[in-house]
């Protein structure tokens, strides 16, 4: 969906939101401003924006049509190959701000594997030259929504966008304030338990592991980590890596599972003596069993544990745990977020409105 959709004054709002509150740009600081066709007029805004606060402003453009022309010709090798001058750009910034591209996820996706790997060689390099000049950066989902991907989730697209636009104005503080007695509580506890009334009753174990938030600002631990340069906006929730050896009860999903290519519903997981023993979907469990069926050891070993935050979010795509009172539990890997699980599969179901327990107290969510 293009982001015309938007009036001119709202997404002058977004951006001043944004680069004030999330990114706290300063006079005089180099902001780069990456633009995609579909996300033209949000780039032009951002930078007028930030241009207002004193800070300098460039925005590199990449056209959706001429990248495909580019990708059927098999220059695949020319799109993923690190740029010395984009680099040294890179290494004199201080904030970037990247909206998603290409847009057509679907096409991208229908790719084989090893083609897109070619197209974004560069990545790895990317996130090392950011982190070395300590740029904070932003990953913005309302350059997400595009009609392909739009009708492969079978999402309003205005509707899409509209949840994405007043999410990303929630402010960080109050994120925060309410991430903090649970962030407390999944750091010091040994059981936790997730209960409805709807079939759900699941025990999973804490070990003290480091609690992750994510609040819609970088801390300086964050900038420390491998990928830590950008975070996504909309955003809100408070994550830890559970103990791979515990996990029995139930899990019933009462949201969508928003692959990059589809979706996923109805699902419910079975564990016991910490594997997932049983799992199925009422409908899109093809996509979870591609992955699954090559992720090796570890696949079925409880994951991570996630709780939602942001109010402005209802089974909205590919954020779906981080809405309000959203209960993520994932299976496979978790090394990333401070787990021992190697396995290259994630998986995950996501329950909206449960009860949890910690060591039998309930943690306060707020809903």
Same mark, same amino acid.
């Given at each position: 969906?293009?982001?015309?959709?938007?009036?001119?004054?709202?997404?002058?709002?977004?951006?001043?939101?944004?680069?004030?509150?999330?990114?706290?740009?300063?006079?005089?600081?180099?902001?780069?401003?990456?633009?995609?066709?579909?996300?033209?007029?949000?780039?032009?805004?951002?930078?007028?924006?930030?241009?207002?606060?004193?800070?300098?402003?460039?925005?590199?453009?990449?056209?959706?049509?001429?990248?495909?022309?580019?990708?059927?010709?098999?220059?695949?090798?020319?799109?993923?190959?690190?740029?010395?001058?984009?680099?040294?750009?890179?290494?004199?910034?201080?904030?970037?701000?990247?909206?998603?591209?290409?847009?057509?996820?679907?096409?991208?996706?229908?790719?084989?594997?090893?083609?897109?790997?070619?197209?974004?060689?560069?990545?790895?390099?990317?996130?090392?030259?950011?982190?070395?000049?300590?740029?904070?950066?932003?990953?913005?989902?309302?350059?997400?929504?595009?009609?392909?991907?739009?009708?492969?989730?079978?999402?309003?697209?205005?509707?899409?966008?509209?949840?994405?636009?007043?999410?990303?104005?929630?402010?960080?503080?109050?994120?925060? #304030?309410? @991430?903090?007695?649970? %962030?407390?509580?999944?750091? *010091? +506890?040994?059981? !936790?338990?997730? /209960? =409805?009334?709807?079939?759900?009753?699941?025990?999973?174990?804490?070990?003290?592991?480091?609690?992750?938030?994510?609040?819609?600002?970088?801390?300086?631990?964050?900038?420390?980590?491998?990928?830590?340069?950008?975070?996504?906006?909309?955003?809100?929730?408070?994550?830890?890596?559970?103990?791979?050896?515990?996990?029995?009860?139930?899990?019933?999903?009462?949201?969508?599972?928003?692959?990059?290519?589809?979706?996923?519903?109805?699902?419910?997981?079975?564990? #016991?003596? @910490?594997?997932?023993? %049983?799992?199925?979907?009422? *409908? +899109?469990?093809? !996509?979870?069993? /591609? =992955?699954?069926?090559?992720?090796?050891?570890?696949?079925?070993?409880?994951?991570?544990?996630?709780?939602?935050?942001?109010?402005?979010?209802?089974?909205?795509?590919?954020?779906?745990?981080?809405?309000?009172?959203?209960?993520?539990?994932?299976?496979?890997?978790?090394?990333?977020?401070?787990?021992?699980?190697?396995?290259?599969?994630?998986?995950?179901?996501?329950?909206?409105?449960?009860?949890?327990?910690?060591?039998?107290?309930?943690?306060?969510?707020? #809903?």
């Amino acid at each position: 969906m293009s982001s015309d959709a938007v009036s001119p004054a709202m997404r002058a709002n977004v951006a001043r939101s944004v680069l004030r509150k999330n990114l706290r740009v300063k006079p005089g600081e180099r902001v780069i401003v990456e633009a995609w066709s579909h996300t033209l007029p949000w780039a032009v805004t951002f930078a007028e924006e930030a241009r207002k606060m004193g800070a300098q402003t460039i925005v590199p453009y990449e056209d959706e049509e001429a990248f495909w022309n580019l990708v059927d010709l098999g220059k695949e090798a020319v799109l993923g190959k690190a740029a010395a001058h984009e680099f040294a750009a890179l290494g004199k910034t201080d904030v970037y701000i990247h909206m998603w591209g290409p847009g057509d996820r679907i096409r991208l996706f229908g790719l084989p594997e090893a083609r897109r790997d070619k197209i974004f060689a560069f990545n790895q390099s990317w996130y090392a030259a950011a982190q070395k000049a300590g740029v904070r950066g932003a990953r913005l989902e309302i350059g997400r929504p595009y009609p392909t991907l739009a009708k492969a989730y079978g999402a309003d697209p205005e509707k899409w966008l509209d949840d994405l636009v007043r999410a990303t104005l929630v402010d960080p503080g109050s994120l925060a #304030r309410a @991430g903090a007695p649970i %962030e407390r509580a999944l750091a *010091r +506890g040994k059981r !936790l338990r997730i /209960r =409805d009334d709807s079939g759900t009753d699941l025990t999973l174990g804490l070990l003290h592991r480091p609690v992750r938030s994510e609040y819609g600002r970088l801390s300086p631990a964050d900038l420390k980590r491998p990928f830590g340069s950008l975070f996504t906006l909309p955003t809100g929730a408070v994550s830890v890596a559970l103990d791979e050896r515990v996990a029995d009860g139930t899990l019933v999903s009462n949201r969508t599972d928003y692959f990059e290519d589809g979706r996923a519903t109805g699902g419910v997981f079975h564990f #016991r003596g @910490g594997k997932l023993t %049983e799992h199925e979907f009422e *409908r +899109g469990g093809e !996509l979870f069993e /591609r =992955d699954y069926g090559r992720g090796g050891k570890g696949r079925d070993q409880p994951g991570q544990f996630r709780i939602g935050l942001n109010p402005e979010l209802h089974d909205t795509p590919q954020l779906e745990d981080r809405e309000l009172g959203a209960l993520m539990v994932s299976v496979g890997a978790n090394r990333f977020y401070g787990g021992k699980n190697a396995s290259p599969f994630f998986g995950w179901l996501i329950n909206a409105g449960a009860t949890v327990e910690v060591d039998g107290k309930v943690v306060p969510i707020g #809903r």
